[in-house]
């Protein structure tokens, strides 16, 4: 590597893939619950599952961007990190906090840890994917905070690069709507109002300014095209990112009790909402074949591209799918949510976090790339986590179809449990789907294990 | 050197094709394959690049509309309206036929746009 205090980055990969496997455990478990319902209650409830598989999920995927940055930011700045010894305090404050959280969750119920955690003196919790105690909240707050300090400091003394200038953007986006999660009103519409501006705003919005960042730095890697070029390409993605996601965060107000302008405005932008991500996967796959270099990191190569293409499909495709108002009268809520969201998340951020995993954790080790036998195996759970994330996409997709005409469609609608019944073989096959996942899961840590001859970095 | 000299003979039309290829798919269906077809017939003498860009990109939207329009009327003609595991089918069927041929697309265009020729696979045509 570069510059010495990139090294941080080791542990935040590190603790980010632990936190991945503990979000595809406790995902298998959930699913497992959707067909065999008092399976390991009433020890973990589905409720409880489901919060730890969604908050893993988000943590590890911070662990993976703050990774990605303290060793993005060095080399593109051309300096040592700020201090790399708060970056290392910051890593075991959050992991510290993260650990506690989940414990929590686990140990204790739900009411008596917002008791416990003086969730009365500020109500933020309860609420999906910010479940979090207030403690966890405040903390979450300090790490971001500090990092942002961090790395924005860094930049400040190094030289401004477009790349890391959007990384920043998305990286100060994410801080500043988290902020959201701390107003909690009592009335319903508002709260769910400005609920999504956490929500949507991170995941079509900021996140996805941090997600071209990293895909354009790792393709200036491997591909040696002009940074110019890659450039011109960011900015068009980020412009068309807040262009279609800000405006688009109306597809969340259609049924909620906001004016019904919202179905307009919703409808036409958050439709243009694959554009963006349209614009990414050309982007990836063109700067890939105008490539100057054969780098010998072939893995990172590939995730880099199946990043295009997976947030492409499940951002873009399958978002428009029930986007639209006339359409989401009917699929809101179903597991055609689920379906979109198991391939988005994936597709886009999963993804972008493995990609620069894959191609800076050889570096960070002190070689160019794996070793052949290594990569290969990395490439094998590139198609095995892929390939079942496609699955449980469709067996979802079918499920949510089919419940869609059993409860909002038929002439005689059956309840909503009654539809679960009936669309439980879909169900089942997801839970095999995602078996193959983890088995794809346990193939990539392998893969961080296997020897052979490597070039230097 | 000067960009435009560095240039594969055809590219330009190449990239035409594929990105009427996209658009016949995404914003015009119908509008943009008329334009594929006029294309098609009236560069018959085209650069080699530009040849096999207008050849796949003629022959891939016929398959398109067989996959799309023709097999989607056949689910629905066999299925009824009425059935729910037509729509199961059907919506499943189109959505991955559709995104496949988009990110088809997408390949065919970035490889034009790098002055490359593209063969779609199993639906495409030989280029010369």
Redesign the interface.
């Known amino acids: 590597m570069q510059y010495k205090s990139q090294a941080v980055a080791r542990l935040y990969f590190i603790a980010a893939i632990g936190l991945f496997v503990a979000q595809i455990l406790f995902g298998l478990i959930m699913g497992l619950q959707y067909v065999v319902g008092d399976f390991l209650f009433p020890a973990i409830p589905f409720n409880v599952a489901r919060m730890v598989h969604t908050n893993a999920l988000i943590v590890w995927l911070l662990m993976g961007f703050m990774g990605a940055a303290y060793y993005m930011v060095p080399e593109e700045s051309e300096t040592e990190l700020f201090s790399p010894k708060l970056a290392v305090l910051m890593f075991w404050v959050f992991l510290a906090a993260a650990a506690l959280t989940v414990l929590g969750y686990l140990l204790v119920p739900y009411a008596g840890l917002a008791k416990m955690t003086g969730n009365d003196l500020l109500p933020t919790m309860g609420r999906e994917f910010l479940e979090q105690p207030l403690p966890t909240k405040v903390g979450i707050v300090v790490v971001a905070l500090v990092f942002l300090f961090n790395i924005t400091m860094t930049v400040l003394k190094g030289k401004k690069t477009a790349i890391s200038l959007v990384l920043l953007l998305g990286l100060w986006g994410l801080a500043l709507f988290f902020l959201f999660s701390f107003y909690n009103p009592d009335n319903v519409v508002k709260d769910k109002f400005y609920w999504w501006w956490v929500v949507h705003l991170w995941v079509e919005g900021v996140w996805e300014l941090i997600l071209g960042a990293i895909l354009a730095f790792v393709l200036i890697k491997v591909t040696g095209v002009d940074r110019e070029v890659i450039e011109k390409w960011l900015y068009v993605i980020v412009t068309l990112t807040l262009i279609t996601g800000i405006i688009g965060t109306g597809h969340h107000y259609y049924w909620i009790g906001t004016p019904e302008y919202w179905q307009w405005w919703g409808s036409i932008f958050s439709a243009l909402e694959p554009i963006p991500f349209f614009a990414m996967t050309l982007f990836a796959f063109n700067m890939v074949n105008r490539r100057r270099r054969e780098h010998p990191n072939k893995a990172a190569t590939l995730w880099a591209l199946g990043t295009g293409v997976m947030s492409f499909l499940g951002a873009g495709v399958w978002g428009f799918l029930h986007t639209l108002a006339p359409v989401n009268f009917y699929t809101h809520g179903t597991q055609i949510t689920a379906a979109h969201g198991h391939m988005a998340f994936y597709g886009a951020y999963v993804m972008v976090v493995l990609t620069m995993i894959s191609y800076a954790m050889p570096i960070l080790r002190g070689r160019a790339a794996n070793p052949g036998k290594a990569q290969v195996a990395e490439m094998w759970a590139f198609w095995l986590m892929t390939v079942s994330i496609v699955f449980i996409t469709l067996f979802l997709t079918a499920a949510g179809i089919l419940q869609i005409w059993l409860q909002r469609v038929a002439a005689t609608p059956m309840s909503f449990m009654d539809a679960q019944d009936q669309v439980a073989l879909f169900y089942w096959m997801r839970e095999w789907a995602g078996v193959v996942f983890l088995t794809g899961l346990v193939v990539y840590i392998t893969s961080f294990f296997v020897k052979g001859e490597t070039a230097k970095a | 050197m000067p960009p435009s000299a560095a240039k594969p003979a055809g590219q330009g039309l190449a990239v035409i094709a594929e990105t009427l290829f996209l658009a016949n798919l995404l914003l015009a269906p119908g509008l943009a394959f008329v334009a594929i077809v006029w294309l098609w017939r009236k560069h018959r003498d085209a650069a080699p690049l530009a040849r096999c860009h207008l050849e796949q990109t003629f022959f891939v939207s016929l398959w398109g509309g067989v996959l799309l329009v023709v097999a989607c009327a056949a689910i629905l003609l066999l299925g009824g309206l009425d059935w729910?595991?037509t729509?199961?089918v059907v919506?499943?069927y189109f959505?991955?036929v559709h995104?496949t041929l988009?990110?088809l697309g997408?390949?065919g265009?970035?490889?034009a746009?790098?002055g490359?020729a593209y063969v779609y696979p199993l639906i495409g045509r030989r280029c010369a």
Do not use: D, N, R
């Open positions: 729910e595991w729509w199961v919506i499943i959505t991955c995104s988009v990110l997408v390949v265009l970035s490889k746009l790098a490359k």
